[in-house]
């Protein structure tokens, strides 16, 4: 999600309540002139100026929650006007319509048909004027360069040249230029390299979306594209009938009158998940502080069991579009556990994968024991949230070693932020094969919503308090 993208959604919810407030107001104003001008009286039921602010921005903020329920304020949507006005009108007649159902029902003393009649007038202008600029603002950032997707197409033949030519009379796009199967330079081409050198090419290059011209690949080096595409944070998109997929992982959209489909690595983007990062910041903040004294006593404690260890232990992770970041726990393990990990590699319960599991594991400290079986080893990893390297709920954080050895569609992990907690960990973590892990962290990857999510948050505390007993029961 681009800056711009926010900052155009936003805009348009700023403007949209504004310019209804007005509408509200104008209406009003035009009422008390008109009783004025003929020297009438104006009804008892007309509430006073006032009064009707507050009702106004009331009204107005209920509309904002019509507008965005009937899917107006969508993030990488791009209507043309027509269709813009359409909608507009439709949800913002719906939403008149409900605030009279509800004037019914509440038994609300109607002040003014004329009010609400003039109200939906002046607020639907008013509302086509807010989109105009808005659109104007936004054309005049794209010429300047600001805000344009950097694109690049894959194969320049018949519908790789239509394609750029798309994009070079569109404002909203910067063509960089050609991968081709095999690189044969032709004058005025932009061809920047072959298929197989696009790994390195967007190491060079920043690109935001990959177009796939025609069907010219085997199925096998498209996947690898895609992987590296959603590992990288590139949007891949096609043309119909280019290649088969499976359709139920993909957006449609139109540039020019020209269908476009889009292969989404999750459905983990628009507003759910912008309400995911600010539910993450929201709930990281509100633990933090609740839970600050369990955190210092945890420390307290480390520290007391061997002064010479640190409290903290951080270890390399990789984390969202391959970045790496430093994963903090509290420390359960003797200092040098590193080291002997390599010693004990022979010893590995979890065969046939990249981890490593140990029954009892010598590594692992008296009191660190209690902290894994309970997981409030992990409860550092707040600061991670915090920091925007984790989520609460999200695939299991990748040490670099295990991600190297990842197939090419485990990779599809890395193109979002790993959790504290995750549908693989609520599902049996310690006790799956590395195959059954990876089929539960990318079924959640396909599958994923706001309430998946919120499942696999609740069902964690379920889990320790059953391992807490069962401690108490070995002890």
Same mark, same amino acid.
């Given at each position: 999600? @681009?800056?711009i993208q926010?900052?155009?959604?936003?805009g348009? +919810?700023?403007i949209?309540?504004m310019?209804t407030?007005?509408?509200?107001?104008?209406?009003?104003?035009v009422?008390?002139?008109?009783?004025?001008?003929f020297g009438i009286a104006p009804?008892?039921?007309l509430i006073s100026?006032?009064?009707?602010?507050?009702?106004?921005?009331?009204v107005?903020?209920?509309?904002?929650?019509i507008f =965005?329920?009937n899917?107006?304020?969508k993030?990488?949507?791009?209507?043309k006007i027509?269709?813009?006005?359409a909608n507009?009108?439709w949800?913002f007649?719906a939403?008149f319509?409900?605030?009279?159902i509800?004037?019914f029902?509440?038994k609300y003393q109607?002040?003014s048909r004329?009010?609400?009649? +003039?109200?939906w007038?002046c607020g639907y202008v008013l509302?086509?004027c807010g989109?105009?600029?808005?659109?104007? !603002?936004?054309q005049?950032?794209?010429?300047?360069?600001k805000g344009r997707d950097?694109?690049?197409?894959?194969?320049?033949?018949?519908?790789? @040249?239509?394609?750029?030519?798309?994009?070079n009379d569109?404002?909203?796009?910067n063509?960089i230029?050609?991968?081709?199967?095999k690189?044969l330079?032709?004058?005025?081409e932009?061809?920047l390299?072959?298929?197989?050198e696009?790994?390195k090419?967007?190491e060079?290059?920043?690109?935001?979306?990959?177009?796939l011209a025609?069907?010219?690949?085997h199925n096998k080096s498209?996947?690898?594209?895609?992987?590296?595409?959603?590992i990288?944070?590139?949007?891949?998109q096609?043309?119909?009938?280019a !290649?088969d997929v499976?359709?139920t992982?993909?957006?449609?959209?139109v540039?020019q009158d020209?269908?476009l489909?889009?292969?989404?690595n999750?459905? +983990?983007m628009?507003?759910?998940?912008l309400?995911?990062t !600010?539910?993450?910041?929201i709930?990281?903040?509100?633990?933090?502080?609740m839970?600050s004294?369990?955190?210092?006593?945890?420390?307290?404690?480390i520290?007391?069991?061997?002064?010479?260890s640190?409290v903290?232990?951080t =270890?390399d992770r990789?984390g969202?579009?391959?970045?790496y970041?430093?994963?903090l726990?509290?420390r359960?393990?003797v200092?040098?556990a590193?080291?002997l990990?390599?010693?004990l +590699?022979?010893e590995?319960?979890r065969k046939?994968g990249?981890f490593?599991k140990?029954?009892?594991?010598?590594?692992?400290?008296?009191f660190g024991k209690?902290l894994?079986?309970?997981?409030l080893d992990?409860?550092?990893q707040?600061?991670n949230v915090l920091?925007?390297e984790m989520?609460?709920?999200?695939?299991?954080?990748?040490l670099p070693?295990?991600?190297k050895r990842?197939?090419?569609?485990?990779r599809?992990?890395?193109?979002?932020?790993?959790g504290?907690?995750?549908?693989?960990q609520?599902?049996?973590?310690?006790n799956?094969?590395?195959?059954e892990e990876? @089929?539960?962290?990318l079924y959640y990857?396909?599958?994923?919503?706001?309430?998946?999510d919120l499942?696999?948050?609740?069902?964690p505390?379920?889990?320790v308090?059953?391992?807490?007993?069962?401690?108490k029961?070995t002890?």
């Amino acid at each position: 999600m @681009k800056k711009i993208q926010l900052i155009e959604v936003f805009g348009r +919810m700023v403007i949209d309540t504004m310019m209804t407030f007005f509408g509200l107001l104008i209406a009003y104003g035009v009422r008390m002139v008109w009783y004025e001008t003929f020297g009438i009286a104006p009804p008892e039921t007309l509430i006073s100026f006032e009064g009707f602010i507050r009702f106004s921005l009331n009204v107005s903020l209920f509309l904002l929650l019509i507008f =965005a329920l009937n899917g107006r304020y969508k993030f990488g949507v791009d209507q043309k006007i027509r269709e813009e006005w359409a909608n507009i009108l439709w949800s913002f007649s719906a939403g008149f319509a409900l605030l009279i159902i509800l004037f019914f029902f509440l038994k609300y003393q109607f002040f003014s048909r004329f009010i609400v009649g +003039m109200a939906w007038v002046c607020g639907y202008v008013l509302l086509l004027c807010g989109r105009i600029l808005i659109r104007s !603002i936004k054309q005049q950032a794209l010429k300047r360069g600001k805000g344009r997707d950097r694109v690049l197409i894959l194969g320049n033949n018949k519908v790789g @040249k239509k394609i750029s030519q798309i994009l070079n009379d569109d404002v909203r796009f910067n063509f960089i230029g050609f991968l081709t199967e095999k690189e044969l330079s032709k004058k005025g081409e932009k061809i920047l390299g072959s298929y197989d050198e696009f790994e390195k090419i967007i190491e060079k290059e920043s690109i935001d979306q990959l177009i796939l011209a025609g069907d010219d690949l085997h199925n096998k080096s498209i996947q690898k594209i895609i992987q590296l595409c959603h590992i990288r944070g590139i949007q891949f998109q096609f043309f119909p009938d280019a !290649i088969d997929v499976d359709l139920t992982s993909v957006q449609v959209s139109v540039i020019q009158d020209q269908p476009l489909i889009t292969i989404l690595n999750t459905r +983990m983007m628009g507003w759910g998940l912008l309400i995911k990062t !600010i539910a993450d910041y929201i709930i990281a903040i509100v633990a933090g502080i609740m839970i600050s004294p369990i955190l210092a006593g945890i420390a307290l404690k480390i520290k007391m069991s061997d002064p010479k260890s640190s409290v903290i232990y951080t =270890a390399d992770r990789v984390g969202k579009n391959g970045k790496y970041f430093k994963c903090l726990k509290f420390r359960s393990m003797v200092e040098n556990a590193d080291e002997l990990k390599k010693q004990l +590699m022979e010893e590995n319960e979890r065969k046939g994968g990249v981890f490593f599991k140990m029954k009892d594991d010598p590594r692992v400290t008296k009191f660190g024991k209690f902290l894994r079986h309970t997981s409030l080893d992990e409860l550092p990893q707040i600061w991670n949230v915090l920091r925007g390297e984790m989520s609460w709920v999200g695939p299991r954080p990748h040490l670099p070693e295990e991600v190297k050895r990842y197939t090419d569609e485990d990779r599809r992990l890395i193109g979002v932020k790993p959790g504290m907690t995750g549908f693989a960990q609520i599902n049996g973590l310690s006790n799956l094969s590395f195959e059954e892990e990876m @089929k539960f962290e990318l079924y959640y990857l396909k599958k994923w919503s706001l309430w998946l999510d919120l499942i696999i948050f609740i069902k964690p505390v379920g889990i320790v308090l059953r391992r807490r007993n069962e401690l108490k029961s070995t002890q």
